[in-house]
């Protein structure tokens, strides 16, 4: 194994580069991840990309609502100082955490219920077309795009005590930059897919 996960985020999957060498790997205990048919299951008739795009989306909104819970957690913690400071802080910080929160639970339950649908079609037999699954990996970033930028909204008024690497929102923000990096949840404009 080289140890070569330097992310500043998620730290813990330790997704290092794993290498296999002279070892011999049966053709039925092979698959290829685009052309599956390893197990006679419809999960592996799914296709990979919209799997791929839906599991990354999933650990997004985790990630999304943890951090909204511990900023949480940081306003009740210091909303007593904060208003003898500045007592305008608490209830504009509130305001933004009621905000975020209700972007991501709208945008939860629109990709749960794209998701739930497209698997039910999947598992009715139904062939979906590059369209459909095109708009279902469109939903999955939108998604997940909803937690990177609900975060970005609050984490510049969460004062330096959250810019900290030690403590929880900050490795909470930096794991919710890091998926939200991954090429499969990044929409780029049609404009730079034709260059």
Same mark, same amino acid.
């Given at each position: 194994?080289?140890?070569?996960?330097?992310?500043?985020? &998620?730290?813990?999957?330790?997704? %290092?580069?794993?290498?296999?060498?002279?070892?011999?790997?049966?053709?039925?205990?092979?698959?290829?991840?685009?052309?599956?048919?390893? %197990? /006679?299951?419809?999960?592996?008739?799914?296709?990979?990309?919209?799997?791929?795009?839906?599991?990354?989306?999933?650990?997004?909104?985790?990630?999304?609502?943890?951090? #909204?819970?511990?900023?949480?957690?940081?306003?009740?913690?210091?909303?007593?100082?904060?208003?003898?400071?500045?007592?305008?802080?608490?209830?504009?910080?509130?305001?933004?955490?009621?905000?975020?929160?209700?972007?991501?639970?709208?945008?939860?339950?629109?990709?749960?219920?794209?998701?739930?649908?497209?698997?039910?079609?999947? &598992?009715?037999?139904?062939?979906?077309?590059?369209?459909?699954?095109? /708009?279902?990996?469109?939903?999955?970033?939108?998604?997940?795009?909803?937690?990177?930028?609900?975060?970005?909204?609050?984490?510049?008024?969460?004062?330096?005590?959250?810019?900290?690497?030690?403590?929880?929102?900050?490795?909470?923000?930096?794991?919710?930059?890091?998926?939200?990096?991954?090429?499969?949840?990044?929409?780029?404009?049609?404009?730079? #897919?034709?260059?």
């Amino acid at each position: 194994m080289k140890e070569d996960w330097d992310a500043f985020g &998620l730290r813990a999957t330790a997704s %290092h580069t794993t290498t296999v060498s002279d070892a011999f790997v049966p053709e039925h205990l092979a698959f290829n991840v685009f052309h599956s048919t390893f %197990h /006679d299951h419809p999960i592996y008739r799914y296709p990979f990309q919209t799997f791929a795009e839906a599991s990354f989306t999933a650990v997004a909104i985790g990630i999304g609502r943890h951090f #909204l819970a511990e900023t949480k957690l940081l306003i009740d913690r210091y909303k007593e100082t904060w208003d003898r400071s500045n007592p305008a802080r608490s209830p504009f910080l509130q305001a933004q955490l009621e905000e975020a929160t209700r972007r991501l639970q709208e945008q939860k339950l629109l990709f749960y219920n794209t998701i739930e649908d497209s698997w039910a079609r999947h &598992l009715a037999g139904e062939k979906l077309t590059e369209e459909a699954w095109s /708009d279902i990996g469109a939903q999955c970033k939108k998604a997940a795009k909803t937690a990177y930028s609900s975060a970005q909204q609050l984490f510049p008024y969460l004062g330096l005590g959250a810019t900290m690497q030690h403590t929880l929102i900050n490795q909470t923000w930096r794991d919710l930059q890091t998926v939200c990096h991954h090429s499969i949840l990044v929409d780029y404009p049609a404009v730079l #897919l034709h260059e």
